[in-house]
């Protein structure tokens, strides 16, 4: 069974950088195919990046395109979603999913995965 710790949620002015860290247990990353979503105070939870499991494709959501970059850490068993240059509407909980499951066309859609993290939650003020 796998299981998803996220961690560094915090509060950050703008412009300023975080670093979330999703740690894997019960799975190899090298092999799952993690990715991070976001959901803000009323709204859907939104695709953010993802890291796929084979060749380490990134993708990611237009609005965090070249601020955010993920990565995974294999010694580790994490999966890292670096954020500079944040703004107030990258503000809300942040939650990363995972499958073992090799997905395309899905990747962005949070129906794709299976097993998710309880969230960390990211505060940008203005």
């Known amino acids: 069974q796998v299981q998803l710790v996220e961690s560094g949620g915090g509060l950050v002015q703008t412009g300023g950088s975080l670093r979330l860290s999703c740690a894997v247990s019960?799975?190899?990353?090298?092999?799952?195919?993690v990715a991070w979503f976001r959901q803000a105070p009323g709204k859907e939870r939104e695709f953010v990046a993802a890291?796929?499991?084979?060749?380490?494709?990134?993708y990611y959501a237009d609005s965090v395109k070249g601020r955010f970059t993920v990565s995974r850490d294999n010694s580790k068993n994490t999966v890292d979603l670096q954020m500079n240059i944040l703004k107030p509407e990258d503000t809300g909980d942040y939650y990363c999913a995972a499958t073992a499951t090799e997905i395309l066309s899905t990747i962005r859609r949070a129906t794709a995965y299976n097993y998710w993290g309880r969230g960390t939650q990211v505060t940008v003020s203005s």
């Open positions: 019960g799975g190899t990353v090298s092999r799952t195919t």
């Open positions: 890291l796929r499991r084979n060749g380490g494709y990134q």
